[in-house]
């Protein structure tokens, strides 16, 4: 009995939907914001990385630069495990972190320690402001892919 009552409800709020004549009422502003949203995406940090696709198997000749790298940049503050030297340990940062946002961090670390709230969170945790490596953004996916390795991926 009461389907009946539903389904030409529901009908009538659909057509009232197309409503032509009904200019700026709340839905017509709703999609516009969540592209937005979508474009300005606060989880990938800040920086020129805007869209990381990860590729499945991993890359062996970028996990290879991406160890040469870690030791002769990164060895002497971050450790591979969990536990933190002078910045954090490395394990499960891919599961934790957008690819977007751990580029970012290495490639642009100044501006992501002033303005973003998760580098922030961080610092306060660290006490010490990461250095600028000079990383190109091909250095910094070669680490990123090491770091994938380092979790387990294959
Ligand atoms: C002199 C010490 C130092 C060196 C060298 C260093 N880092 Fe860091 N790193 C830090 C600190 C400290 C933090 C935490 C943020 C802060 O306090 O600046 C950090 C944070 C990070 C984070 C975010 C970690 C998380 O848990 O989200 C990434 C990613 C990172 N570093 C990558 C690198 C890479 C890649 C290199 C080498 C190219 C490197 N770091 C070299 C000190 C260092």
Same mark, same amino acid.
């Given at each position: 009995m009461k389907k009946s009552v539903i389904i030409p409800a529901l009908l009538i709020g659909a057509f009232a939907a197309c409503a032509p004549e009904k200019p700026n009422t709340e839905s017509e502003v709703k999609p516009e914001k969540s592209a937005v949203e979508a474009v300005i995406d606060p989880t990938k940090g800040i920086g020129q990385v805007k869209n990381v696709t990860l590729e499945s198997p991993l890359d062996q000749a970028r996990v290879k630069r991406g160890i040469a790298i870690y030791e002769m940049k990164c060895q002497s503050c971050h450790k591979l495990d969990e536990t933190r030297l002078v910045g954090p340990g490395w394990?499960? &940062? !891919?599961?934790?972190?957008?690819?977007?946002?751990?580029?970012?961090? &290495? !490639?642009?670390?100044d501006m992501m320690l002033d303005q973003d709230p998760e580098a922030q969170k961080l610092l306060e945790l660290c006490l010490m402001r990461m250095p600028n490596q000079n990383m190109s953004i091909g250095d910094a996916r070669d680490v990123l892919e090491y770091m994938r390795s380092n979790d387990g991926e294959k």
């Open positions: 394990k499960e &940062i !891919t599961k934790k972190r957008k690819p977007e946002w751990i580029m970012n961090m &290495i !490639t642009n670390v």
